[in-house]
């Protein structure tokens, strides 16, 4: 599994004011690029066996960008636990993001049903 896009999430994003850090995201791009391809290099040297690499990058970053689409009112305002937000909010489905570093639940049942449609097709 990918890493996150690490410059939307709210502690790096709140930071320079809810943009997301391009440099944090670039090193996001190059790991999962590298973890890719050692997953396609560790199919072709262990044939018995069957590996996929699953992007979390990109439906996160979607939700991050585009949040209205997914009935999300805050992208990079985390509902709790922050130092402007100490006190979780009264309603953690209109975030993207539940700290300053995990997607909320909703956001988890926003991105996970098309990965698990992914891995179903990669087994097919």
Known sequence: MGTLPLGC???????????CLEPANAVARLFNQKLANEVNNLNS???????????MYNPLLELVINPLRS???WSTWPCCCSPAAPVPCLDASRHVFWDIA??????YQTIIPPIIQQIQQSFA
Do not use: C, M, Q, W
């Open 9 to 19: 999430l709210p502690g790096a994003s709140n930071a320079i004011g809810g943009i």
């Open 45 to 55: 040297v262990l044939p018995g066996s069957r590996s996929i690499y699953i992007d």
């Open 71 to 73: 009935g999300f009112t």
């Open 102 to 107: 995990h997607p909320t639940e909703k956001a």
